[in-house]
């Protein structure tokens, strides 16, 4: 089990950078990916980045160039730094943690955060 808290969301001008964080407080030792995900009304909530425990990291085709997943393992944290932002970038952005790493499997996931809000304006 983990507790997520998403945050770095704004309202941001097209081309524009962002960077988001996801505080992870674990009861369990973590194995699997850490994983950003983000979800537009109406849609379904898609893979975005993800980052093992041996640093590779793997990315969507929309967002591959543009956006670069990290953590910080001594302050629990992960990030995603948000360059070239399009008004497509808009979002509801989550993460989730101890999940596969394959970005085309639906995760099995119940702790959801309460996600943090992306705008992108052009």
């Known amino acids: 089990q983990v507790q997520l808290v998403e945050s770095g969301g704004a309202s941001v001008q097209a081309a524009g950078p962002l960077r988001l964080s996801c505080a992870v407080f674990w009861y369990i030792y973590p194995s699997g990916c850490r994983v950003w995900f983000r979800q537009s009304p109406g849609k379904e909530r898609e893979g975005i980045a993800t980052i093992d425990s041996d640093e590779k990291t793997n990315y969507a085709s929309s967002v591959e160039g543009r956006f670069t997943i990290s953590q910080d393992k001594p302050k629990s944290t992960l990030y995603m730094q948000m360059n070239s932002l399009k008004p497509e970038d808009s979002a509801m952005y989550y993460c989730?943690?101890?999940?596969?790493?394959?970005?085309?499997?639906?995760?099995?996931?119940?702790?959801w955060g309460q996600g943090t809000q992306v705008t992108v304006s052009s």
């Open positions: 989730a943690a101890d999940i596969p790493c394959d970005l085309a499997v639906p995760p099995v996931f119940d702790d």
